[in-house]
Antibody, heavy 122, light 105 residues
Framework: EVQLVESGGGLVQPGGSLRLSCAAS????????MDWVRQAPGKGLEWVGR??????????EYAASVKGRFTISRDDSKNSLYLQMNSLKTEDTAVYYC?????????????WGQGTMVTVSS | SYVLTQPPSVSVAPGKTARITCGGN??????VHWYQQKPGQAPVLVIY???DRPSGIPERFSGSNSGNTATLTISRVEAGDEADYYC????????FGGGTKLTVL
């Protein structure tokens, strides 16, 4: 079964850090672009960023709202995707989803994890 | 930055056709993807590259894209189609529309 499972969410104070993980199974993880998408409570979807695959040098892209604070990485040997979040703000409070890209620069996200909740509050 | 505009809500009676629009400047030149999200669940891809349907998505779901408007059409609407629907494009970054809540009357 193709599956993505996020972990690592929780409560963190403003200015703090948190690292999210996404474990992939059921497909060749190393072939795919992988993305993070978040959803604030009661709000819509917001793309956070992506990492391309090895064939595309693992390059990354970020939304302007998180650039310089968040870092996306991956470990293909562990079929895992990561999101390192630093200098967290209250507006970063959201459910964070990892999603599989279909390998084009304008691709869709065809598989999503169940999400992990991040709450930034004092 | 590129903006996608969706109506906040659409209501339809069971068995009828629902049309959810996604407006953007010359969106017809971009590839549009559509997601369905039910309460408490992760989004599910229902249409990709304007009009393609992933395996497992009913043929009742279709999409089109031209000019400044992309449209998700759901034929013979069922109670189980009640959900939030989001359109998505790429324009240097990934952009989502604000979402449309589909209510089945």
């Amino acid at each position: 079964e193709v599956q993505l499972v996020e972990s690592g969410g929780g409560l963190v104070q403003p200015g703090g850090s948190l690292r999210l993980s996404c474990a992939a199974s059921g497909f060749t993880f190393s072939d795919h672009y992988m993305d993070w998408v978040r959803q604030a409570p009661g709000k819509g979807l917001e793309w956070v960023g992506r990492t391309r695959n090895k064939a595309n040098s693992y390059t990354t892209e970020y939304a302007a709202s998180v650039k310089g604070r968040f870092t996306i990485s991956r470990d293909d040997s562990k079929n895992s995707l990561y999101l390192q979040m630093n200098s967290l703000k209250t507006e970063d409070t959201a459910v964070y989803y990892c999603a599989r890209g279909t390998n084009g620069e304008d691709d869709a996200f065809d598989i999503w994890g169940q999400g992990t909740m991040v709450t930034v509050s004092s | 930055s590129y903006v996608l505009t969706q109506p906040p809500s659409v209501s339809v009676a069971p068995g009828k056709t629902a049309r959810i629009t996604c407006g953007g400047n010359n969106i017809g030149s971009k590839s549009v993807h559509w997601y369905q999200q039910k309460p408490g669940q992760a989004p599910v891809l229902v249409i990709y590259y304007d009009s393609d349907r992933p395996s497992g998505i009913p043929e009742r779901f279709s999409g089109s894209n031209s000019g400044n408007t992309a449209t998700l059409t759901i034929s013979r609407v069922e109670a189980g189609d009640e959900a939030d629907y989001y359109c998505q494009v790429w324009d240097s970054s990934s952009i989502f529309g604000g979402g449309t809540k589909l209510t089945v009357l």
